[in-house]
C-alpha cells in the first residue's frame, strides 16, 4: 500500500509564498513520476508540475516561472515551491505518484491566496 501525506499549504497574501512537501511510503518503484495537481472550486484538477525520478520536469504554462518542483529520491519526497503567488491559485494541491499503471494521489492541502 502507498500512503502520500502533504503538508504546507495555508493562507497568503497576493506575491507571497508557500512550499509544499509530499512524503510517499509504501511499496514504490524507484523509477517513477511524482507530481503536484490542483482543483479549484468549480474546476477540474489540473496538471501544475511534475518530475521524474531522474528530474525532468515539467510545468503548466500558468505556473512557469513562479513555482518550481524538486524532490529527495532518498526520502521519497517531492516539493513545490510557489512564488510570487496570484488569487487564481487558490485551490486544494494534490500529490500524486505514478509509475507503469499505478497511481496514487495525496488527500490534499488547502492553498488561499487573499489580502
Known amino acids: 500500500q502507498v500512503q502520500l501525506v502533504e503538508s504546507g499549504g495555508g493562507l497568503v497574501e497576493p506575491g507571497g509564498s508557500l512550499r509544499l512537501s509530499c512524503v510517499a511510503s509504501g511499496s514504490i518503484f524507484s523509477m517513477n513520476v511524482m507530481g503536484w495537481y490542483r482543483q479549484a472550486p468549480g474546476k477540474q484538477r489540473e496538471l501544475v508540475a511534475t518530475?521524474?525520478?531522474?528530474?525532468?520536469?515539467n510545468y503548466a504554462y500558468s505556473v512557469k516561472g513562479r513555482f518550481t518542483i524538486s524532490r529527495d529520491n532518498a526520502k521519497n519526497t517531492v516539493y513545490l515551491q510557489m512564488n510570487n503567488l496570484k488569487p487564481e491559485d487558490t485551490a486544494v494541491y494534490y500529490c500524486?505518484?505514478?509509475?507503469?499503471?499505478?497511481?496514487?494521489w495525496g488527500q490534499g492541502t488547502q492553498v488561499t491566496v487573499s489580502s
Open positions: 500524486k505518484v505514478a509509475w507503469s499503471t499505478r497511481a496514487y
Open positions: 518530475i521524474t525520478s531522474g528530474g525532468t520536469t
